[in-house]
């Protein structure tokens, strides 16, 4: 299976062929390692064979910069490391598209999602990626989710990955977030989802 299976229009969702790495890019205490897991759970609801993620282990504290991995493929997967070279990165806290250098070796035409209240073409992201941009904090600060003072962006973030790949739908999301939070916890996590894939812009 080639990693270069994933064909993406300027505009439209990802027109997938068989394989999908995303590299999540996060501050400790964001979720990125769990929305890697929920987008997983979604992929395969939405009919995927093969969907595997990943968590980045080091030094991690809460606020230091951390990324995790989401494959999703038409056969069964394998492939359990680390996405180096993704076709698509979410980026939970805008500022690590510089300190971070978060579209490190993104392929060409890769699609960078951002939780921003900037214009996609306001981001400092080089001209040959796809952006894609959303206010996930403010969906999240809207809908109460906030944990010690921050609002939590990452189920938010799912909602823009969905609108911005066609990947899985809002069903899918529905039922994975469903899978990973009480009932009431899951609804508000959705309607972040929900709201931030209305708004996210391209």
Not at 45 to 51: I, L, P, T
Not at 78 to 89: A, H, K, L, W
């Amino acid at each position: 299976m080639s990693k270069s299976d994933v064909a993406i229009a300027d505009t439209g969702p990802l027109t997938f062929n068989g394989f999908c790495e995303i590299r999540w890019h996060g501050r400790g205490g964001q979720g990125a390692i769990t929305s890697a897991n929920i987008l997983a759970d979604a992929a395969y609801r939405a009919g995927f064979k093969g969907v595997t993620s990943a968590p980045s282990f080091g030094a991690e504290r809460r606020g230091a910069p951390v990324t995790a991995s989401t494959r999703l493929s038409a056969e069964p997967l394998r492939i359990f490391s680390q996405v180096e070279c993704p076709d698509v990165i979410v980026v939970l806290d805008e500022s690590l598209l510089v300190t971070a250098r978060a579209t490190t070796g993104m392929k060409p035409r890769g699609r960078v999602i951002v939780n921003s209240k900037r214009a996609p073409d306001a981001l400092p992201v080089p001209e040959d990626f796809i952006v894609a941009a959303a206010d996930a904090s403010g969906a999240a600060e809207e809908l109460g989710l906030i944990i010690g003072g921050a609002p939590m962006v990452n189920t938010a973030m799912l909602g823009a990955v969905a609108r911005a790949t066609g990947l899985i739908g809002l069903d899918d999301l529905d039922e994975a977030i469903r899978n990973a939070f009480s009932a009431k916890a899951a609804a508000k996590n959705f309607q972040a989802a929900k709201l931030t894939y209305e708004r996210t812009r391209m």
